[in-house]
């Protein structure tokens, strides 16, 4: 299985700052026939379903700010958040969809400063 | 709109069955992958197993190999997942999610319910 391992578990960051969430897989997702990494960054709110940001490690979802952007390749992922606003309060969670079972990481949890 | 809407989740005993359905809307369901994704209560995500479009292709973390079964009838518009030989682990949050692209190569997921909760317990 891949192992998506999340960093830090949990962060503090004031309105306005950037926030950066680190995602490292334990083997590649990038798909070299396409050369196309196969990692989603989804954010989850208190009593919400996730909801997905980011796929193809940096492609962001249709009606996502343009302040969520992804980047990275292979095994090592960014999400960074450019100017925290306070709507951005959630759990973020990346995801491996390179193999089954498909894994998610332990999730980080954006509190605001 | 994409819908997904879930039920039957409750209170079982260990060792007890129980059979989760999702009803989609707002997009031609015969054309998509699905999955079940769990959350036990203050926990991370858990992928559960797909099912392809046709019904023909199915796979399963190994937690849960052997004891549920995905399936789904597209002409009733419906997607399940039946659980046996249920354990205290599997107290959770059950999400039916939909596959980003409809040929199922893409398995992240771009559209969720929001969730049954089932609860393992004697």
Redesign the interface.
Known sequence: DIVMTQSPDSLAVSLGERATINCKSSQSVLYNSNNKN?L?W?QQKPG?????LI?WASTR?SGVPDRFSGSGSGTDFTLTISSLQAEDMAVY?C?Q?YD????????TKLEIK | QVRLVESGGGLVKPGGSLRLSCAPSGFRFSDYYMSWIRQAPGKGLEWVSYLSNTGRTTSYADSVKGRFTISRDNAKNSLYLQMNSLRAEDTAVYYCARHFDASGSYSLFDNWGQGTLVTVSS
Not at chain 1, 48 to 52: E, F, I, S, T
């Open positions: 196969y989603a989804y919400q379903p996730p909801k997905v796929y979802e969670y995801q969809y089954t079972p498909y894994t998610f990481g332990q999730g």
